[in-house]
């Protein structure tokens, strides 16, 4: 049956109800009114006030059937539209990690079906777009290390080379360097390919996290020298959480590396840590220029550097917060970006226990 169909049939036996509510009162009135004029004749029956057994039929008959209506009215277009509730609710929970995941179909072969079976194929074609990316990511990257990794010695080589020119180790200092580089990029991709992929494994173990915040302030403290930026940690309370202490390092890494290369000299990095019910959260707010309001979302996006053209002299690929977020989701924690209101930028990220 269709919605339509469906629709029409609960308003029609709403207003078919109503209608006989109304019938029945009518009836009991004039049923009354004429007893009246059997018993006592015609005088006694034009005697009663036909407005006030009018006022009576609406009252009595009328409220009931417009309430019986509304109420009744509303209760069946519920259960009509509960099939679209429900539909627009797997649709709410659809992202990459549930796309294998069908939406219900109640089997009644209406218009809501047909819209639950297109988005199904639907979700089929992405997941197979993303599967296929994936897996281009993962065999891409896992291609190119070889050739890198051959350039790479080969320059060294160059470097090394008793009879190279002052000239060729230049350029061969140069090119090591870029090598390098396109290297950290193509290990940053194979590490999203396989996170996103599921295949990050996770080594949980009891981690003491302000030891590793404790840590981060240092490593920020030698990264930051010599541009007279201050790093505070104002509050690290105790906290230990289940995870894997290699990647909540490397997390906290990226996330110490972005604050101090998107800082201004003689800017400041705070961090804190705070326990919070069921977990940890912490806190890295740096100087620096915000990005615009319509860019912040995009922040953990790959490849995103806040500047459209890529040509900023700050050096780096834009995988950084992505990986960031992707340890994290593998933590089952929540990150996001912020604004503070005296201008500063904060990442936020909360670890369950």
């Known amino acids: 049956m269709t919605l339509r169909r ?6 029609s036996a709403t207003l078919s109800l109503s209608l006989v509510i109304v019938g029945f009162w009518s009836w009991f009135e004039l049923n009354e009114h004429r007893d009246i004029f059997v018993r006592e004749g015609v005088e ?25 209506g509304i109420v009744g009215g509303s209760i069946l277009i519920a259960r009509a539209l509960r099939p679209i509730e429900v539909l ?14 069908p939406v219900p179909v109640s089997g009644k072969g209406g218009e809501l079906d047909r819209m639950a079976v297109v988005f199904n194929r639907m979700k089929e074609r992405l997941s197979l777009s993303f599967t296929q990316t994936r897996e281009f990511t993962l065999n891409a990257s896992h291609e190119l290390k070889t050739p890198l990794t051959i350039m790479h010695a080969t320059l060294e080589q160059t470097i090394t080379r008793p009879e190279a020119t002052e000239a060729e180790r230049e350029s061969a200092v140069a090119m090591l360097e870029e090598v390098q580089r396109l290297s950290s990029i193509v290990g940053q991709l194979s590490f999203l390919a396989r996170a996103d ?16 915040m404790r840590d981060l302030a240092e490593e920020i403290a030698i990264l930051a020298s010599g541009t007279d930026i201050s790093v505070t940690m104002p509050c690290c309370e105790p906290a230990v959480v289940s995870a894997d202490r290699m990647r909540l390092r490397q997390l906290l890494l990226n996330l110490g590396d972005n604050a101090v290369k998107y800082n201004e000299a003689g800017g400041t990095v705070e961090l804190a840590l705070r326990r919070i019910d069921g977990g940890a959260e ?3 707010a740096n100087t620096g220029k915000a990005l615009p309001a319509d860019l912040r979302a995009r922040v953990f996006d790959r490849f995103f550097r806040g500047d459209p053209a890529h040509n900023s002299a700050i050096e780096g690929s834009g995988l950084g917060l992505s ?27 909360s670890l369950p226990s």
Request: hydrophobic residues 50%.
């Open 44 to 68: 006694a029956a034009l005697q009663h006030d036909l407005l006030s057994e009018a006022i009576e039929v609406v009252l009595y008959g009328g409220l009931p059937a417009i309430l019986l």
């Open 6 to 11: 469906r629709i029409f049939l609960y308003y």
């Open 197 to 212: 992929a599921g295949l990050m494994p996770l080594h949980r173990e009891p981690v003491a996290l302000h030891e590793l």
């Open 88 to 101: 627009t609710d797997a649709l709410e929970k659809t992202d990459v990690s549930t796309l294998s995941d």
């Open 282 to 284: 912490f806190t890295l």
């Open 323 to 349: 990986i960031a977020r992707s340890i994290v989701v593998a933590h089952e924690g929540r990150i996001a970006y912020e604004v503070l209101p005296d201008g500063r930028t904060q990442v936020r990220v």
